[in-house]
């Protein structure tokens, strides 16, 4: 009886609250343009024609305002790079240094990043949720976009330089409830991966002027290596989940 | 007593300077989806705005809250700043002219300015239900369901990046936005302090 008489309205909150909370807490990660417009590259290179790569700049801007690069955002650079396998070694400006006079090729990269929190739009927004007792949070979705634009420029031993360029955009959406700075970070991680590959992919392109053999191996080398761009499995879109799920940092 | 409040204010105004050492030190980093924990407690004090007004309301208030940041850092001037959104409890114990209590629950935005780093003033609205069975015992209010709306300004000071101490005053009203007479309204002074918790 008791059960009867509780059931119905008891039911009709829990699944409200679920409903609403659920949604509430929702966020997805939009990718706004193609991520690679060439197919992945790979080739088979002779291990033993591979140079050291020097990491000597990166220059970061944000929204055209200088700031320092993220330590972690060298270590992802570095980390792309040596995951291609077209580099015998990796070096770092201001950590060890290779060998003076020993073939190389020195990496300078600018990454120009744009970010769009659509501050006025969210402040506005929060306002019309907050008016409503959060009772429109499962409705209204905030946004914050984010793009970066990539220039690669790479110098052989011999002073010959190619420059490649690349961009990506992503935007992420979410719920009141759903904000939190790791979404933040997701977005920002994906759309540099993006970019970063993309780049990667055309230097993989050009991989035999980097050797310090400009032939391909022929027949039955001593030595091959395989080299291409590693794509992050992380790059799966959208993503859905409550705030308390969230992947750690 | 005066003296003593004049100095530690100095002292928080200089570790907010920036100065060599603290140019090394993260400031606080709030970024979109930052929430904050806290709890305030003040003393509300009456204003009686009208002849009408008679009540000298007063008593102990306590603020629980909870706030997300919306929105990074807004502009690059001296009223750069950020948007939070979130709600708070209310909860009064009217001292006089009974003793009564009163509790609410209000949606509340908040401006944070950063330029100072450390130092953070704020201004913020606050507004929502409050029941209390003050009313019906004084001639301002009949009805104890009631509505509460609160505006103010604030100053936290960040002892840790995640920690900050905040200090403020809140213009009070609460009236039944005329759902049933004698409709006057309360009105009150609200000093506070308080801490918050951001993660």
């Known amino acids: ?249 | 007593m005066g003296s003593l409040l004049v100095y530690i204010l100095l002292i928080m105004l200089m570790a907010a300077l920036p100065s060599p050492a603290h140019a090394a030190d993260p400031k606080p980093q709030i970024t979109v989806g930052t929430q904050e924990v806290g709890l305030s407690a003040g003393y509300l004090l009456p204003h009686r705005l009208t002849q009408d007004h008679t009540t000298k309301q007063q008593g102990v208030a306590f603020m629980p809250s909870w706030m997300i940041t919306l929105t990074d850092p807004i502009g690059n001037s001296w009223y750069r700043g950020q948007v939070s959104l979130g709600a708070e409890m209310v909860y009064i114990q009217f001292q006089e002219p009974f003793v009564t209590h009163g509790v609410g629950f209000a949606p509340k935005i908040k401006y944070t300015f950063v330029a100072l780093d450390r130092i953070r003033p704020y201004a913020e609205f606050a507004g929502g239900p409050f029941w209390t069975d003050l009313a019906g015992k004084i001639p301002e209010e009949s009805s104890q369901f009631n509505f509460v709306l609160m505006a103010g300004l604030g100053v936290s000071y960040f002892l840790t990046d995640q920690t900050a101490l905040n200090i403020g005053y809140r213009f009070n009203h609460i009236s039944n936005a005329g759902t049933q007479y004698p409709n006057l309204g309360l009105n009150a002074s609200l000093p506070y302090g308080g801490f918050s918790f951001f993660f």
């Open chain 1, 1 to 249: 009886m008791m059960g009867q008489a509780f059931s119905r309205p008891m039911i009709g909150s829990v699944l409200a609250m679920t409903v609403g909370l659920g949604t509430g807490c929702s966020h997805w990660i939009e990718m706004a343009t193609p991520i690679d417009t060439t197919p992945p590259a790979y080739a088979t290179v002779a291990a033993d024609a591979r140079v050291p790569l020097l990491l000597e700049t990166i220059r970061v801007t944000q929204n055209g305002s200088s700031i320092a690069p993220p330590a972690i955002l060298e270590r992802q650079v570095l980390g792309a790079i040596e995951a291609t396998r077209l580099f015998s070694q990796h070096y770092q400006s201001g950590y060890t240094q290779p060998v003076p006079g020993e073939a190389r090729v020195t990496v300078r990269l600018s990454i120009d990043n744009l970010v769009e929190p659509h501050a006025g739009q969210a402040a506005w927004r929060g306002f019309l949720v907050g008016a409503s007792m959060f009772t429109l949070a499962p409705v209204i979705s905030l946004n914050y976009d984010f793009g970066a634009q990539m220039s690669l420029e790479m110098e052989r031993w011999d002073g010959q330089i190619k420059r490649y360029t690349a961009t990506s955009n992503g935007s992420t959406h979410y719920h009141l409830f759903g904000a939190n700075p790791e979404i933040i970070e997701q977005l920002k991680g994906q759309v540099t991966e993006a970019c970063l590959s993309s780049l990667l992919n055309q230097v993989i392109q050009d991989s035999t002027f980097y050797l310090a053999s400009n032939e391909q191996p022929r027949g039955n080398p001593i030595r091959t290596v395989s080299v291409g761009v590693r794509h992050s499995p992380s790059r799966a879109v959208p993503v859905s989940r409550p705030l308390t799920d969230a992947s750690p940092r």
